[in-house]
Structures are given as structure tokens and as C-alpha cells.
């Protein structure tokens, strides 16, 4: 009877001791997944760090610089283009001009007479 009762004991030790076992490396199990949370935030942290350090300094990406590099190019060669087509319009309205002044004088003081009234009477 007492050796019965040494084997239940032994039998219910032994179960127990299967259960702490199971029980400690569910909670080794979790350990680790709970380290790797950990490291993966930790780095996922630095990264935010250093995205706000440039945020503050307010620099750009590489990709954004190269843009900017691109877009005042364009505008540098836009504004060539525009300067070169504005010095022929001045050009242009000089030429104007002349001509103008030699059908006026063609045209003589009665021409002249009949600008200045038509001149006159759109001001008014």
C-alpha cells in the first residue's frame, strides 16, 4: 500500500514536472517573440529618429535635390528663350516704329492732322 502510494505520488511528480516543462518553454517561446517585437520597434524607432533629425533640419532626399537640380535647369533655359524672343520683339517694334514714321511722312501734315484727332478722340 505505502509503495502504491509512492507510485501515485511519483506518477502525479512527474506529471506536474511535464507541466512546469511545457509551461517554461511556452513562456522561453514567448521570451523570444516578445525580444524580436522589441528589436524590430527599436529599429523601427531609430529610423523615426533619424527621419525627424532630417524633418528638422529640413534637408531633402537625393531624389528631391536632383529634381530641384532639373527644374532650374528648365526655368534656366526658359528664361534664355524668353530673353532671346524678347530682344526680337524689341527688334520688332523698332521696325514698327520706322515704318510707321515713313507713312506719316508720306502721308504728310494732313495724315498727321487726322492721326492726332483719332488719337484724341479715344482718350476721351
Do not use: N, P
Not at 532671346?84 to 494732313?110: F, R, S, T, W, Y
Amino acid at each position: 500500500a505505502a509503495v502504491d502510494k509512492f507510485r501515485a505520488q511519483r506518477t502525479a511528480v512527474l506529471a506536474d514536472s511535464r507541466t512546469a516543462q511545457k509551461e517554461l518553454q511556452a513562456h522561453a517561446t514567448k521570451q523570444k517573440k516578445l525580444q524580436a517585437a522589441l528589436d524590430a520597434a527599436s529599429t523601427q524607432a531609430k529610423a523615426l529618429e533619424a527621419a525627424v533629425g532630417l524633418a528638422k533640419q529640413g534637408g531633402l532626399s537625393d531624389g528631391e535635390v536632383q529634381r530641384i537640380a532639373e527644374i532650374d535647369a528648365e526655368i534656366s533655359a526658359l528664361g534664355k528663350r524668353v530673353e532671346a524672343q524678347a530682344k526680337k520683339v524689341v527688334v520688332v517694334d523698332a521696325q514698327l516704329d520706322e515704318l510707321q514714321e515713313k507713312v506719316l511722312c508720306i502721308g504728310g501734315v494732313k495724315l498727321r492732322k487726322l492721326k492726332s484727332t483719332v488719337e484724341t478722340r479715344r482718350e476721351q
